[in-house]
């Protein structure tokens, strides 16, 4: 890390404080030396691919990480080469291989380097330095005489050539690559040579800060260090910062309690800064380097990456490069990547997502050891609280999920909704399939079939009649304690009825459950209002008999999961045959199934129109036979902040057949049904498919998407026997479509 120091003229000093590589004769503060060295020996170059990942990251644990040994580590992707694995431990602590597996690697970004040069050894930098952009503001003095220099790395540039190959060391099998391996590099050489003394003095800093700021580079990766003195620094950083630039800036290896430079930092530079400390890679618990500057009073503007990597020098040897200068670059890469994809990004909001997305590691929250915590290229390249939208509103994608009733095909809606773009609250556009989130739950489950395993195994049915009252009760009972008296009984349903001459008066609670034409609960239910709406079990009615027939007035309500129905049925009924007209309002559910929350819901609820029809006769053989039909016409209702913007008319059908007889002391039934099926309709979608760079603002379209279902058979058969003293039911459904059987049995007995 380049150190300023006292101003001399108005102009910055600098000296290298975090250096790897052979010593420039300058007295740095805290210097780091190069150790070790790898082999060059290269496999032939791999190209990226865009294959998701399909390893395991290394694990976080408040104590520290867990990295797998290499030795240990089996190959995860054409990514994963020799050239990856020769900065093993640097790159798996920060997820770096999630990035080049999904196709970030920095291209189309410009990087800063402000440092004392780059050379280009061994074509580890080819067509990646700007030469039309980079800039030398250095001299060389030689026996007295000083002349402006015109050279962007020689010999004497062994802190800015790693510092590039680290950030930008291309995947050509020698060496290690960078962490952005396809970023541009503008080299900033900002370093004087006294050739007569052999030391280098680093006092461009200024120039090349507002020189970066002039050309719009987003990013400056900077190993400088102040001392806390130079207010004239301050200011150029202060003006680098309001162009939305970012310095990613070396906290120091000094072992303070803040960063080196944070005597610089004031309101009008502060967002402007990132500061970068030097994590341990050779224990499995988070540890700062010793020598590392700690956040202090800049933990807001503080993360930490591993302080040792091994890259290449600048006598083109690969070797281990330490400090906390070798711990910003791989900063400075993760917000090159973020800008690669998100070009509509400032620097200092990839700084801001770098910061949100750390991994809090030391006290929990932002603390004055590690600020904000380890850089995690995944969650820094992952959507941040993504959210919907259908041009109109925009909602949190956590929050949202989309439940389609079974009588739905949900086949059209998982398709469209395939390729959605999202926004984070970043502003940045991720793309990808929501498709997973529409889910189709079974119809039949919950607490509607658990009361009637409850009233088989520990319940019964009563009935009862006086003149023109009749009713019937269905109750379980529930033993309290170890007695044989310690049972406590509660009814689950009813039913009762009071006829006055021509008039007839009847209600219901938790109709369902009284129903034995169903088998059980596992076939449809033969009533047209409660197979739409299941909840609406409550109902009062009054009927009228004229002309040998019935017409009746009935209204049914009822309540669950957060939804609600209402049902109002006019029916007529003559020698066998019913004829009912219904309307089916429901708020919170479509067809009895709740519609799901946020941008996702498939709507606030449904009105339905049906017409259905029953018919029951007796066959000469003893059998009676029952037959029902009916057709909906199905509305949605739409929520404002829904993909869901419209739907034509639903229109759904059932029909089924069932026939039964007294045999074996009991009855026996069999039956035929398809259950309610829509057979045409739509969903109007509206959503975003894409983000225009120039508007910056997304892109919708809009699809219909079918909802017909897809057309089931269900055969049925049951079998009541009951006496004073004990009572069994059996049941069994087979779904043809499904090759599905699912099967009831109750037996109870009193004593």
Request: proline share 4%; aromatic share 6%.
């Amino acid at each position: 890390m380049l150190n300023v120091m006292k101003l001399l003229s108005g102009v910055g000093l600098l000296s290298l404080a975090a250096c790897g590589g052979a010593g420039t004769g300058i007295s740095s503060a805290g210097s780091l030396g190069s150790v070790g060295g790898i082999a060059d020996g290269a496999p032939t170059p791999i190209l990226p691919t865009l294959t998701p990942p399909v390893y395991s990251p290394p694990i976080a644990t408040p104590a520290g990480y867990v990295i797998t040994p290499a030795d240990q580590q089996p190959i995860r992707s054409v990514n994963d080469t020799a050239e990856f694995r020769r900065n093993y431990i640097a790159n798996e602590t920060v997820n770096a291989l999630y990035a080049l597996d999904a196709g970030y690697t920095g291209k189309g970004v410009t990087v800063a380097i402000l440092d004392d040069g780059v050379v280009n050894v061994d074509g580890e930098l080819d067509g990646r330095i700007n030469t039309t952009l980079s800039k030398d503001f250095g001299s060389v003095t030689s026996q007295g005489v000083t002349k402006r220099r015109n050279a962007l790395g020689d010999e004497h540039s062994d802190h800015g050539t790693p510092v590039a190959n680290i950030i930008a060391g291309g995947r050509n099998g020698i060496g290690a690559m960078g962490f952005a391996p396809d970023v541009t590099i503008a080299v900033l050489r900002i370093a004087d040579w006294n050739e007569d003394t052999k030391t280098e003095i680093l006092i461009h800093a200024i120039e090349g800060l507002d020189y970066a700021g002039a050309k719009r580079i987003k990013l400056v990766n900077s190993s400088l260090s102040s001392s806390g003195t130079s207010q004239f620094y301050a200011d150029a950083m202060a003006r680098f910062g309001s162009t939305g630039g970012l310095i990613v800036n070396a906290a120091g290896n000094s072992g303070g309690t803040s960063p080196s430079d944070a005597g610089l930092i004031n309101p009008s530079n502060r967002n402007a800064i990132l500061f970068v400390g030097s994590l341990s890679p050779n224990s499995n618990a988070y540890t700062l380097e010793s020598y590392s500057n700690r956040a202090g009073t800049m933990a807001d503007r503080y993360v930490v990456a591993i302080g040792s990597n091994v890259t290449t020098m600048v006598d083109g040897k690969a070797g281990v490069f330490s400090g906390t200068s070798s711990a910003t670059p791989t900063v400075t890469a993760l917000a090159a990547d973020i800008l690669s994809k998100w070009p509509q990004l400032t620097g200092q909001l990839a700084g801001d997502v770098i910061l949100n997305t750390a991994t809090d590691i030391g006290a929990p929250g932002v603390d004055d050891v590690f600020g904000h915590g380890l850089v995690d290229f995944k969650a820094a390249l992952s959507p941040v609280n993504p959210t919907l939208s259908n041009g109109a509103q925009q909602t949190s994608v956590q929050t949202s999920i989309m439940a389609v009733p079974a009588a739905m095909g949900a086949e059209a809606i998982q398709t469209s909704l395939s390729n959605v773009t999202v926004l984070d609250d970043y502003g940045r556009d991720f793309s990808g399939s929501i498709a997973g989130m529409v889910i189709k739950p079974e119809a039949k489950q919950g607490h509607w079939l658990r009361r009637r395993v409850e009233q088989m195994g520990a319940g019964g049915h009563a009935e009862l009649a006086a003149g023109p009252f009749a009713g019937s009760f269905g109750f379980t009972n529930t033993r309290v304690g170890p007695n044989q008296g310690d049972v406590r009984s509660s009814v689950t349903a009813g039913s009762m009825s009071f006829i006055d001459g021509q008039t007839g008066f009847h209600a219901s609670w938790n109709a369902q459950d009284l129903l034995q034409s169903d088998v059980m609960g596992l076939a449809p239910f033969a009533d047209g209002v409660l197979a739409y709406a299941p909840q609406a079990g409550n109902s009062f009615g009054v009927d009228r008999y004229v002309d040998g027939g019935k017409l009746g007035l009935t209204v049914a309500t009822g309540r669950y999961a957060g939804s609600s129905a209402f049902a109002a049925t006019l029916g007529w009924s003559k020698r066998g045959t019913d004829l009912r007209l219904s309307l089916i309002d429901e708020y919170g559910s479509v067809m009895g199934m709740p519609t799901g929350e946020g941008a996702l819901r498939l709507g606030r609820g449904a009105t339905t129109s049906m017409v259905e029809a029953h018919h029951t006769f007796d066959l000469a053989t003893g059998w009676s036979l029952e037959g029902y039909g009916s057709v909906g016409f199905t509305k949605l209702k739409i929520d404002a902040a829904s993909l869901v913007t419209g739907s034509t008319t639903i229109i759904g059908s059932r029909v089924g057949l069932q026939t039964s007889a007294p045999l074996f002391g009991g009855v026996l039934s069999f039956g035929v049904a398809q259950p309610l099926t829509i057979e045409s309709g739509s969903a109007k979608l509206t959503y975003s498919n894409g983000y225009d760079l120039a508007s910056r603002s997304l892109t919708y379209t809009t699809t219909q998407a079918s909802l017909a279902g897809e057309r089931r058979l269900q055969l049925t058969a049951g079998f009541v026997k009951g006496s004073a003293r004990s009572s069994f039911q059996f049941g069994v459904m087979q779904d043809v479509k499904q090759s599905s059987m699912s099967a009831l049995a109750g037996w109870a007995a009193r004593f």
